[in-house]
Structures are given as C-alpha cells and as structure tokens.
C-alpha cells in the first residue's frame, strides 16, 4: 500500500497514524517542518510486520521532478495507492491521479490536514465559523476538482491525522478494509487497531470465525484415551485464545494506551471501563476465563462441565469412548470461546463508546 502525493502534505504523519504510533515512537515515521521523505522506505504495522506501508517522497521536487518520478519509484510495482493532498488541490495532485489511472492502478484520494483548515476558519470568521459549512466546502471543491480533470469515481476522504475520531480517517479505515483482496482481508482486519464499533465487529467476526479451528484441534485431541490430557489442554487452548482476542480488541494496555494518546482520553478512565476484563499474565487470564464463564452463564459453565466428565468417563470405554470424546471436548472448547469472545467484544464496544463520548477537540 503506497502513500503518494506532494512533499509536506503529511504522508509521513499519516502512516505513523494508520498505525497508532507518534513521531517519537520506536518504528515512527520521521516528522518534521521541512521535508523529510528523501527516500523510498516501507513502514510495518506494529500488529503485522507483513503489513507494509510505503512512504514515497513527495512528487515535484529537485530530487524527485515529475518527469521521472514514477520511473524513480518503480510505479508499477505498487498494488494500490493513497493519494494525500493539503490545502489545496495542486497540478501534480491532478497528475499523479490521471497517471494511475491510466495504469489501473486503484486509489483513493485522501484530503488531510483538514482540522488545521477548520481552525483557521474559526479564527478568521470567529462570529460566523461553522465547521460543518467549513467540511461541506472542502469536499465540494475536492471533488469538482477531481471531475473537471476527469478523475471520477474515486473515493474521496477529509481525514487529519491528528483527530482520528473526527472526520473520515476511521471510515477510510473500513473502506481499506472492505476493498482489500478477500484472501488476505481477515489478516488485514487483524492487523488494525479496534478504534470504532465497525471495526470491532468486524474483528469479533473474523475470531469468531475461527473459533471451530481451535475447538476441532481440541476435539482431536481428546480422541488420545489418556485420561485429564483433553481436559488441561482445553482450558490451556481458551486461555490462549482469550490472551489473542484481548489483544485484538484493543483491551490490553499497550493498546489502551495508543488508544488514549489519539483520542485525548484519560488513559486511566479508558483503563477501569476494560478493567473487568484485565489481563496481566497467563494465571490471571486463567481467572478471567472461569470468571466468564460463571457469569455468563450458570447453565454454560455446567454445560462444559458436564462435557468435561463425560469426556473423561468416556474415555474409559473400549475404542467407542474416543469417537464419544471428540465431540463432548469440541462443544465444551466451543461454547468456552464463544463465551469468552462475546464478553471481550461487548467490553471493547464499551470502551470505544466511553472514548467517543468524552473525546477532547483541542480545536474549540
């Protein structure tokens, strides 16, 4: 996935946003005032370093002129394209969109900095400023732009890398996701940060999914006749599994804590509404999981208890007993999973929604 467009238009700030990381993060993209794309660089996301977004240097200047520049950065080695402008729509902005096109390369047109656009309004007309006036204009003239130079059709996002609540940088996040290959969509969604309700879902989806991966694997091994085998590995596996799914539902406190950074919440109030689902190591996510369990349900925890020791008992009748096994483990791991998913998906659907509610707009 390429970032392309003009020096200083923010192409840096935004990869380092798409991955919930600051300027001075370890792996960031470098940020500064004057230009400081000089080469071509990818950038993994923290989540998935097979996720790469690459920074081209920005189009036009001395070193990077237009009239070699796609030779320079071997366009058609790049599958899809980000195409960020700033201020103002620009001749190379209509260049660079015409050229892949031209390639059927696939873009999307990406409008940034729009909260510094919707400050300076404000101060300018401080008695008349409206910043759904200020936005409406913004895409208005982005999109004639685009149609009077014949590049229709392609999605146009106002976003600013600096407010991902505001705006459209999270529904440009769903949309990459929607038009990604769908052999590689569930990685990708993955790979994102859980950062609004729509892409929680979709995480809670794709893990769902793959519930009956693990609850298999579990059934297969309860076919081994070696009594109490099953039964650990089982709450080994759904432990492991709830360690994973609150990792991807953003519930772990690294997570959290880009969290609070991009939306200006207190990190430590986004803490106690996921705080009924902490997890600080493999003994308290044990804890965690029976703890589920218990509350979700009296009938769901007894249900995997029952499977549990008619596993166990099963095993001890002759070659029949493994086939009656399998399928007691498969249900239990299963219905554990799911169990566990649904309560870490409601807790992150909380969190998001606390965020959203009390997220600071330093530009008021």
Known sequence: MAVIGNAGVGKSSFINAIRRLTADDEGAAEVGVTQT????????????????????????????????????????????????????????????????????????????????????????????????????????????????????????????????????????????????????????????????????????????????LSAALSGAVAVAPIPGVSLVFDISLVVANAIFYHKQLGLDDISLQRFATFTSVDLEKLKSVARCVSITGEASAKMLVWGILRQASTAAAASIAVSAAAEEGARFIPVIGSFISAPLSFGATYLALKTVLDKMESVALDVVKYAAQNCIDDST
Not at 135 to 157: A, F, M, W
Request: glycine letters at 2%; hydrophobic letters at 35%; one cysteine or more.
């Open 37 to 212: 794309t000089v080469d071509i660089r990818s950038y993994s996301h923290p989540n998935n370093p097979l996720l790469k977004f690459w920074d081209l240097p920005g189009v036009g200047t001395d070193r990077f002129p237009s009239k070699t520049y796609l030779t320079e950065i071997d366009v058609d080695r790049f599958d899809f394209f980000l195409l960020i402008t700033a201020t103002r729509f620009t001749e190379n902005d209509t260049w660079l969109g015409k050229e892949l096109r031209s390639r059927n390369k696939k873009y999307f047109f990406i409008r940034t900095k729009v909260g510094q656009d919707v400050s300076d309004n404000k101060k300018a007309h401080p008695r008349t400023h409206s910043e759904e006036a200020v936005v409406k204009v913004i895409r208005e003239s982005t999109e004639n732009s685009l149609k009077e130079n014949g590049c229709v059709n392609v999605p146009v996002y106002l976003i600013d890398s600096y407010k991902l609540q505001k705006f459209e940088f999270l529904q440009l996040e769903d949309r990459l996701v929607e038009d990604f290959p769908e052999l590689k969509k569930s990685a990708f969604v993955l790979s994102m940060h859980a950062a609004s309700e729509k892409m929680i879902h979709r995480k809670a989806a794709v893990l769902r999914s793959m519930i009956w």
